[in-house]
């Protein structure tokens, strides 16, 4: 098998598979580009169904989707990531300091942000969302402009902070953002690697 360096931006079909890895018992997870045309039908599914709430694009119509990720694309990097070929989670990459985020803390050089929205299960499996995220993590550290990952999600969101605690993330304090109160929390690669280390 193919290591993610060796995959890593061959084009596969029409897609470019830009990082891969093979995750425990999910399988492979592969993470290529947004592509709009193609994409947003699927986004706008996902963004629809009650458990994406915290996503806050609920009630949304697919040209409401579509102008919100062209708007998005102007200063992020968002990409469609599968598992064993299905789409499965949706995920935005993207400097603090071009969000409103960066407006309530002192932005250090190399602190990106993150968004990760994965997609409704077809059936449970076991660690399948912890997977997705780890790989996730994994793949930003590979970006050396990547120094420390920075996340705000909603303070009620327990289920992701489960996730961000999981993988070390250090939780600081809540900030007021215009939609939401936000837990402002923050990852290093050494945070990162010592918080996976006896983990599956």
């Known amino acids: 098998m ?67 990720y062209e708007r998005l694309l102007t200063y992020s990097e968002i990409f469609i990531g599968t598992v064993n070929g299905k789409p499965s989670f949706l995920m935005e990459k993207y400097k603090t300091s071009d969000e409103v985020i960066g407006r309530h803390y002192r932005v250090e050089p190399g602190d990106y942000g993150m968004h990760i929205l994965v997609a409704p299960a077809d059936k449970p499996i076991t660690n399948f969302t912890w997977y997705i995220f780890r790989f996730i993590m994994t793949f930003l550290f590979t970006d050396e402009r990547v120094k420390r990952v920075v996340v705000e999600p909603d303070e009620r969101n327990h289920k992701i902070h489960g996730l961000n605690r999981r993988a070390g993330f250090e939780y600081e304090r809540t900030v007021k953002l215009p939609h939401k109160t936000a837990c402002l929390a923050f990852c290093n690669y050494e945070q990162f690697s010592q918080a996976i280390k006896n983990q599956p």
């Open 2 to 68: 193919k290591t993610a360096q060796e995959i890593h931006n061959i084009p596969t079909g029409e897609r470019e598979i830009i990082f891969a890895r093979e995750m425990g018992n999910i399988g492979m997870v592969t993470l290529s580009p947004l592509k709009i045309e193609e994409d947003t039908s699927l986004i706008h599914d996902w963004v629809n169904r009650d458990y994406a709430k915290y996503w806050m694009m609920q009630n949304t119509s697919l040209e409401d989707v579509r102008r919100e």
